[in-house]
Every structure is written in structure tokens, then in C-alpha cells.
């Protein structure tokens, strides 16, 4: 009878040791994107906040390429044993309909942990244009059909994407123009080479404080805390919405008690006001969620941006 007894309470110790002993040992976040950018330094901020709490390195691991798809592909072939995470964001639900031959499908392979931050993105012109509200850009554009330059820091990101959903939304007919990154594309925004762009919070940020790039609205249907005299692009166009976000996730079957834990010390890290302070510097607002709700997010940003992706006919560079 013992023996019995003991086998049946055999089946629950898989369940409770992974949380128990996790981390044992270092921890690594792969970023699919270079040092230095927003990505990475929202993966190097989380990554100390659980290096401090759990008492194990999070070491951040860029695997920069194909729209960061490399990187989640190192993650998908992990073991799923909590000790390789993947910085998720926008771009891989865009992914999803974006590259016709992933050797992942990214849903069905990765385990949604926890948001980190959401972000609008800001419609900003060159000091060129003569517009100085949403309608008024409008008007211009359709007044100069496919002689108005639209910027983006990459084919098929989020910046490209936002844009043409304003297109799509709008009727207006603007050109994309690729860039390889925010900094080259606000170079030659604020040169007048391109007219329009739907740039990351975190890049034009400083010069639009500075006057020197004129912001016409911000993407989210509510206005940014950080710039809270710019209008939201939704009173204007009527159900209009794009945003970053960025968050965790792992291996599919990583165990649920240790994402449990990852969300609940990453949901911490959202409330505590210096954190909260350092996302808002980069325009970003904590967003404390469950792994539930974070793949209720990516699943509907998934289906949103298929159906821009398919519209506008985007290829991958």
C-alpha cells in the first residue's frame, strides 16, 4: 500500500520540481535583432530585474537577420526547459504571413510568458510638408497622388506595415521607401528627401522635442503619455490602431510553473516605478498581463497584419 501510495504521488513531482529548481544556471534572451536598439534594451532591462530576483545571470543573446527570424528559430529548436527565452515583438506576428516559408509556425512554437511594453508609433512629417494636422496631410496627399515619399526603417516592419494601413484605410496613394533603420530614414525625412513617416516613439522622439520634425498624431487609439498634446490617428481616421509591443516567450511545452514564475517576477518588474520609468523614456507603457492575455495580443496582431500584408502585396527584402 505505501508503495502504491508513492507511485501515485509520483506523476506531480515533474509538475512542481522544474519551478523549485529553476534557474539553476545562467538563462539566455535571445534578441533577433543587433545591440543597441530598442529591442535590446528592453531585453538587457528585463533581463537584469530576473538576474537580481532569481539570483542567475539572464544573459541577452543578439541573433540579428530576416526580420528577426533567426532568432526565433534558435528559440523554436531549444530544449523547452526555461533557459532559452525569445524577446518577442510586433514583428513576429507580421512574420507570419510576411515569409512564405518559415521552418517554424511562430503560434504553435512559442509560448507566449509575458507582455513587457506596448508602444505607439507617431506619424511625423518633414518640416517640408505643408501640413500641420492629420486632414490637412490628407488633403495634400490626395491632391498629389504618388508624389508623396512615405519612409520606413524596413520593408514589411511595423513602420512599413502602419503605414500602409493608413493607405489602405485613407485611399491615399504614398511610396514606400525603405531604409535600413529609423536613423537613415529620419535623415532623409528631415532633409525633405521623403515627405511622411510612421516611425517608433523611441527614434523621433528627440527631434520631434526639439522641434525639428512636426508630429501629426500618435498610432494608439489613446494619446501617449509621452507626447500628450499629439492626437490620436483614430479621431481622425475611425478605428485606425498600430502600435509596438514587445514581450516574452519560450519553447512550446516549457513547463507552466516556470512560465508562471517568469510572468509573475516580469509583472513586478512592470510596476515598479523605475522601471516604469525607463520604458516610458523610450515611449513605451508597461503592460502587466498573463501568458493568456499576451497570446490573445499576438494573435490578433497576427490576424490584423496578414490582412495588410496580403492587401498591400509586401515581399520580403
Known amino acids: ?98 515569409y512564405k516559408d518559415l521552418n517554424f509556425n511562430f503560434i504553435r512554437d512559442i509560448a507566449p510568458v509575458a ?9 511625423v512629417v518633414s518640416p517640408s510638408v505643408p501640413a500641420s494636422t492629420v486632414p490637412e496631410f490628407i488633403a495634400y496627399a490626395k491632391a498629389n497622388p504618388g508624389k508623396i515619399n512615405m519612409a520606413s526603417a524596413g520593408t514589411g516592419g511595423a513602420t512599413h506595415v502602419a503605414g500602409e494601413l493608413f493607405k ?36 523621433s522622439i528627440a527631434l520631434i522635442r526639439a522641434g525639428r520634425l512636426r508630429p501629426l498624431a500618435v498610432t494608439t487609439t489613446a494619446r501617449s503619455e509621452t507626447l500628450p498634446n499629439i492626437p490620436s490617428l483614430s479621431d481622425v481616421v475611425p ?27 516580469i509583472n513586478a518588474a512592470l510596476i515598479d516605478p523605475v522601471i516604469k520609468t525607463q520604458l516610458a523614456d523610450l515611449g513605451g507603457t508597461a503592460l502587466p498581463a498573463s501568458p493568456s492575455d499576451f497570446g490573445t495580443l499576438i494573435a490578433e496582431d497576427t490576424e490584423k497584419w496578414a490582412k495588410v500584408v496580403t492587401f498591400a502585396g509586401i515581399k520580403p527584402e
Not at 534557474?23 to 530598442?38: D, E, N, Q
Not at 525603405?178 to 516613439?201: E, K, R
Open 1 to 98: 500500500m505505501q508503495l502504491a501510495a508513492g507511485a501515485a504521488l509520483l506523476p506531480a513531482f515533474p509538475r512542481i520540481a522544474p519551478a523549485q529548481a529553476y534557474p539553476s544556471r545562467p538563462v539566455r534572451i535571445v534578441v533577433g535583432y543587433t545591440a543597441g536598439g530598442v529591442s535590446d534594451i528592453l531585453a538587457r532591462l528585463i533581463g537584469q530585474w530576473l538576474s537580481e530576483r532569481l539570483g542567475r545571470p539572464f544573459i541577452v543573446e543578439n541573433r540579428p537577420g530576416a526580420g528577426s527570424n533567426i532568432g526565433t528559430e534558435v528559440v523554436v529548436r531549444a530544449p523547452a526547459d526555461g533557459y532559452t527565452l525569445l524577446l518577442v515583438g510586433v514583428a513576429n506576428a507580421i512574420n507570419v504571413t510576411l
Open 239 to 265: 478605428g485606425y490602431a498600430a502600435s509596438g509591443w514587445n514581450g516574452i516567450g519560450a519553447p512550446k511545452d516549457c513547463p507552466t510553473e516556470i512560465i508562471a514564475m517568469l510572468n509573475a517576477e
Open 168 to 203: 489602405m484605410m485613407v485611399g491615399v496613394n504614398l511610396v514606400h521607401v525603405p531604409y535600413h533603420g529609423s536613423a537613415p530614414a529620419l535623415s532623409d525625412l528631415l532633409a525633405g528627401q521623403v515627405h511622411v513617416m510612421f516611425d517608433n516613439m523611441a527614434s
Open 115 to 123: 507582455i513587457i511594453e506596448r508602444a505607439p508609433l507617431v506619424m
